[in-house]
Structure formats: structure tokens, C-alpha cells
């Protein structure tokens, strides 16, 4: 069973930076997209950013310019470089890894990222 282990989530004042990871293990495939997810009280949960296999990148327009999504393939972890963070950028950011063969997805814990005015 794939295991995610996130980390690097926390409290930041609004302007400022973070920088998720995202740890993936008893990988069997090599195929995936991995990204996250976020989720604030009361709202829907978004599709933040993905990355494919050969680094393929889709982001929300919300945060387009101010975060990035990389991957190290060899060691399968996905980073979210977080930038210019805004109060309403504070939510629980969830890891996904999705397979390209089956399309199962599998969660990480979530982390809380919480942005202060």
C-alpha cells in the first residue's frame, strides 16, 4: 500500500513563504501524478497543483505566480513552494499520489498552513 508523509506545513504571516513536501513510499508503479489538494473551513475542497512523471505542471489560478510544484522522481517526493501567502490561502493542504494505470488515488495525512493578516 502506497504511504505519503507531508511535511513543512505551519503559521506564516500573510507575504510570507512555506515549502511542503511530500514523501512517497512501497511505490510498485512509476507512472503518477502527484499534487495537492486544500481544503478551508467551510469550502470546497481545490485541486491547488499537480505534476506528472515527465514534470507536466497544472496549478490553480489562484495561485498561479506565487506557488510551485517540483518532484525528485529518484527519491518520489512532490514539494509545494509556497510564496506570497494570503489569508485566504489558510486551509489543510492534502499530498495525492494517482496512478496512470488504475487512477486510485492515495491521501497523505494533511498539514495546516495558516496564514496570518
Known amino acids: 500500500q502506497v504511504q505519503l508523509v507531508e511535511s513543512g506545513g505551519g503559521l506564516v504571516q500573510a507575504g510570507g513563504s512555506l515549502r511542503l513536501s511530500c514523501a512517497a513510499s512501497k511505490l510498485t508503479f512509476s507512472s503518477y501524478v502527484m499534487g495537492w489538494y486544500r481544503q478551508a473551513p467551510g469550502k470546497q475542497r481545490e485541486l491547488v497543483a499537480s505534476?506528472?512523471?515527465?514534470?507536466?505542471?497544472n496549478s490553480a489560478d489562484s495561485v498561479k505566480g506565487r506557488f510551485t510544484i517540483s518532484r525528485d522522481n529518484a527519491k518520489n517526493i512532490v514539494y509545494l513552494q509556497m510564496n506570497s501567502l494570503k489569508p485566504e490561502d489558510t486551509a489543510v493542504y492534502s499530498c495525492?499520489?494517482?496512478?496512470?494505470?488504475?487512477?486510485?488515488?492515495?491521501w497523505g495525512q494533511g498539514t495546516q498552513v495558516t496564514v496570518s493578516s
Open positions: 505534476i506528472s512523471s515527465g514534470g507536466s505542471t
Open positions: 495525492y499520489l494517482e496512478s496512470l494505470f488504475s487512477r486510485v488515488k492515495y
